[in-house]
């Protein structure tokens, strides 16, 4: 079982940067691939960023390549997402994801555990 709790989120100005950070409790948390997802208001969830247990290996949303950063210090048990060169259509609830599956997935339903999500709002 894990416990994922998101922070991080707030109200920035477009262009701007905020870093969100995901805590997982547990002690296998070196052994899942994480995720996070964001969901605006009246559409779907959709997929963000990804990373395997080692962090070596990173996948990213076309909207966010090159403006976002996903990271994850194990020994913290925490995953990160930066977030730069922010727009008003990254608005959204950010949710952070733990799959014990052996790969980072780019689907929700590859996930077993969700955190409680954290508003990232962005004005123009």
């Known amino acids: 079982q894990v416990q994922l709790v998101e922070s991080g989120g707030g109200l920035v100005q477009a262009g701007g940067s905020l870093r969100l950070s995901c805590a997982a409790s547990?002690?296998?948390?070196?052994?899942?691939?994480m995720g996070w997802f964001r969901q605006a208001p009246g559409k779907e969830r959709e997929f963000v960023a990804a990373?395997?247990?080692?962090?070596?290996?990173?996948y990213y949303a076309d909207s966010v390549k090159g403006r976002f950063t996903i990271s994850r210090d194990n020994a913290k048990n925490t995953v990160y997402l930066q977030m730069n060169s922010l727009k008003p259509e990254d608005t959204a609830v950010y949710y952070c994801?733990?799959?014990?599956?052996?790969?980072?997935?780019?689907?929700?339903?590859?996930?077993?555990?969700w955190g409680q999500g954290t508003q990232v709002t962005v004005s123009s």
């Open positions: 994801a733990a799959s014990g599956k052996n790969y980072p997935g780019l689907r929700d339903n590859e996930y077993d555990y």
């Open positions: 547990g002690r296998t948390f070196s052994t899942y691939a």
């Open positions: 990373i395997s247990w080692s962090g070596v290996n990173t």
